[in-house]
Nanobody
């Protein structure tokens, strides 16, 4: 019903920047919150950042001041600008959206994940 396509991951040196994008498509009526989570090897998936439809945001403590989440409602797209990257930011990053579909149900949908590796 809802497909999420992520892009922008890759390998970057410590201190560098990356910008992730996630575009939602399908039988969407509206999207509520949109967010990014990440999972490093051997660790639980954790919240990176979330943005509500009205623009309110919430960040994980480890990324505050370095990452910025934004969204383009008309394009059903969420972005994550990541600056001052550290090796501990290395993880698979997953996009999540809460969407109301044409079946008139609201569910959470996840992207396939994009690898972000911070290494010199």
């Amino acid at each position: 019903q809802v497909q999420l396509v992520e892009s922008g991951g890759g390998l970057v040196q410590p201190g560098g920047s990356l910008r992730l994008s996630c575009a939602a498509s399908g039988s969407i009526v509206s999207i509520n919150d949109m967010g990014w989570f990440r999972q490093a090897p051997g660790k639980q998936r954790e919240l990176v950042a979330i943005i509500l439809r009205g623009g309110g945001t919430n960040y994980g403590d480890s990324v505050k001041g370095r990452f910025t989440i934004s969204r383009a409602n008309a394009e059903n797209t969420v972005y994550l600008q990541m600056n001052s990257l550290k090796p501990e930011d290395t993880a698979v990053y997953y996009c999540k959206v809460e969407a109301l579909t044409t079946s008139w149900t609201t569910n959470n949908y996840w992207g396939q994940g994009t690898q972000v590796t911070i290494s010199s």
